[in-house]
């Protein structure tokens, strides 16, 4: 089977005008060493530039490194045997670059040129895997939380995206509920908003407490698409279902933070729980009970997608919201699971989508990445090693290089 990281080959083209190139860059032509360049992935291009300045001024501009990070999709990694670092990856699994990283921070699932790690005990850092530089956040709450049960005993998701009519970062911080079975209690939510990765602004960030929503949201579920954070409903719910509770919440209800505007909005309805009796699904009560652990939240290239992972079945359903107004729906793809895959695991950790349409499957007991080809309904393994998480890289390493290469 081909490697992940296969495609087919462009036909030559023309050096793009304004392209950097010089006389010294040796006797390719330079449209020619443009194509010949733009077919290495980036561990050998960074080593290539030493060749000489006409090689290092192409290789590190913007007319050269946008299609190259096209071509070559780079992912942010942490893995289970070193927690030490965050690793930028190929699809092969290869390790282009080491980031040193905290103890105790965890990687959040983006899809950004930046990274974001966290801690449960309310510790915060952004990465910028380009230039190594770190943003700590401050653990300080918002001067309105200060005297909450929350913060003295926290347990703290995060979300980060960034804003695109700004260009601006930001930070969700969730204070979730002192105990399981909190009906009473609240989860606090606050915003924090950074330039970048300069540790130069961190004693400038403050964070300011928003409005608790009046439905309890799981916080480790949050997915940010766009400019908008995105949760399941809390398990608390699911609890309550499965003891016969009407609640009137449905398992896949999705309950969405608006970013930019720092204000929520409404539930949306996810198309799963209406059908699920029907002839489409066909399963019992107990199967329906059990929804909710099989529910994941995913960005597919700039949508909201809703995987339902069907364990007894071996099937993997993907639904994409269309419109957020109207709650329209629409499953794109229904994948079967290969029998090599997994058979322990139950639910999907992430989920991610190439730009050539393949989709990304991190399973979260083994820690393992699938890559799966819709067109010609095949999967390949993201290398041997088992990943804690993973994010989509959507910067350029090829710029000024800080840190730890491979």
């Known amino acids: 089977m081909a490697s992940p990281g296969t495609s087919s080959s462009p036909p030559s083209r023309s050096l793009p005008h304004g392209t950097p190139a010089a006389s010294n860059a040796g006797v390719l032509p330079a ?18 530039r030493a060749v000489c300045r006409a090689w ?34 190929d699809l092969c699994g290869t390790v282009v ?42 653990e300080r709450p918002a001067d309105d939380h200060l005297n909450r049960d929350n913060f003295r005993k926290p347990n703290t998701s995060f979300a980060f995206g960034r804003i695109a009519t700004t260009g601006e970062y930001k930070v969700l911080r969730i204070f979730d509920r002192l105990s399981l079975h909190g009906f009473n209690e609240q989860q606090l939510f606050e915003v924090l908003t950074i330039q970048g990765a300069s540790s130069s602004s961190s004693g400038r960030a403050q964070w300011r407490a928003r409005q608790s929503h009046d439905r309890f949201v799981e916080a480790s579920s ?24 009407n609640t009137s919440i449905k398992p896949d209800n999705i309950i969405s933070f608006d970013l930019e505007r720092e204000e929520w909005k409404g539930v949306l309805r996810g198309p799963i729980a209406d059908i699920f009796f029907t ?62 895959f997994p058979t322990t695991e139950w639910r999907v950790r992430s989920l991610f989508m190439l730009e050539d349409g393949r989709i990304g ?46």
């Open 31 to 48: 449209d020619v060493l443009f194509d010949v360049l733009l077919r290495l992935p980036a561990k050998e291009i960074c080593r290539l």
């Open 56 to 89: 290092r001024s192409l290789t590190v501009d913007h007319l050269f490194a946008s299609p190259h990070a096209a071509r070559h999709p780079l992912f942010l990694a942490s893995f289970r045997d070193d927690r030490a670092h965050i690793c930028v990856v």
């Open 97 to 138: 670059k080491r980031i040193p990283n905290a103890e105790g921070h965890q990687l959040l699932h983006t899809r950004l040129d930046l990274a974001c790690v966290a801690t449960a005990r309310y510790g915060c850092r952004v990465l910028n895997p380009a230039t190594g530089s770190v943003e700590i956040l401050p």
């Open 222 to 245: 949050a997915i940010v698409v766009g400019e908008v954070v995105y949760f399941k409903v809390d398990r608390l719910y699911d609890a309550r279902i499965l003891a016969g509770i």
């Open 279 to 340: 002839d489409e699904y066909d399963d019992h009560l107990e199967d329906y009970c059990f929804l909710w652990p099989e529910l994941t939240l995913a960005d597919l290239r700039g949508s909201l997608s809703l995987v339902l992972y069907r364990k007894s079945r071996r099937i993997m359903d993907l639904w994409v919201l269309k419109d957020f107004d109207t709650g329209l729906w629409v499953k794109e793809y229904v994948i079967q699971i290969e029998l090599n």
């Open 361 to 406: 499957i991190h399973f979260p007991k083994t820690g393992l990445v699938f890559i799966y080809d819709p067109r010609t309904n095949t999967y390949v393994q993201m290398g041997r090693r088992h990943l804690e998480a993973v994010a989509m890289y959507t910067g350029n390493l090829l710029s000024l290089q800080v840190g730890d290469m491979v």
